[in-house]
């Protein structure tokens, strides 16, 4: 994990920040793989992997075919990410295809934690939606997916206790996520993309 990211400090020592947002090109993420290198032994060196990540042991060890990016908030002491940790639309489907075939069944009797996962990473899969200024019809899909999903937890977990589900914070994100949509639809309207669920 500390040669790879020394490895993204040279990388960031070379680029030049754009602040310009009228010239500023978007992002173009690169990365193959669900949840960049760094991230996937950061998280495994410092022991912030979720039960959905691990191998079959719970030895603590990374499955590296199964980690997929954790969510991280943006600010002004971040450092802007690299090409190689952000995901490109066709890594960010089959993350969120994944997450549907092998994860969102199995949240019985762990509905906190199975929440918890679900909602991080997809969120993740939305911040790399964003920083890429993705506008598609497959990224309209996948927002469409996100908000079925806090749908579907507003209905089902709504009887657990607070430390387990906040109707309220699934309510604002089921908001952003149409909110986004809205913003979606319209982009791909001036464009003569017609979305099937608008």
């Not at 009228?22 to 410092?46: F, H, I, N, W």
């Not at 691990?54 to 090409?83: F, Q, W």
């Not at 607070?162 to 309220?168: G, N």
Request: glycine share 4%; proline share 4%; charged share 30%.
């Amino acid at each position: 994990f500390k040669s790879l990211d020394e490895r993204d400090k040279q990388m960031r020592q070379g680029m030049t920040k754009q602040s310009d947002l009228a010239t500023a090109s978007a992002l173009v993420g690169t990365c193959p793989d669900m949840c960049p290198e760094k991230e996937r032994y950061r998280r495994q060196y410092q022991r912030l992997l979720s039960v959905f990540e691990m191998t079959g042991d719970m030895t603590g060890e990374v499955e590296h075919t199964t980690c997929i990016n954790e969510y991280s908030r943006s600010s002004a002491d971040k450092d802007e990410p690299l090409a190689h940790e952000v995901r490109p639309a066709p890594v960010l489907q089959r993350t969120m295809e994944y997450l549907c075939l092998n994860v969102l069944d199995v949240g019985d009797g762990r509905w906190a934690d199975w929440y918890d996962f679900v909602w991080n990473r997809t969120r993740a899969i939305r911040k790399d939606i964003t920083v890429q200024h993705l506008a598609s019809l497959e990224a309209v899909e996948l927002v469409e997916q996100f908000a079925r999903f806090h749908v579907f937890c507003a209905h089902h977990l709504c009887d657990l206790d607070m430390m387990s589900f906040d109707p309220k914070i699934n309510n604002e994100n089921l908001c952003k996520c149409i909110q986004t949509l809205k913003h979606m639809y319209d982009d791909l309207r001036e464009k003569n993309i017609q979305c099937p669920n608008e």
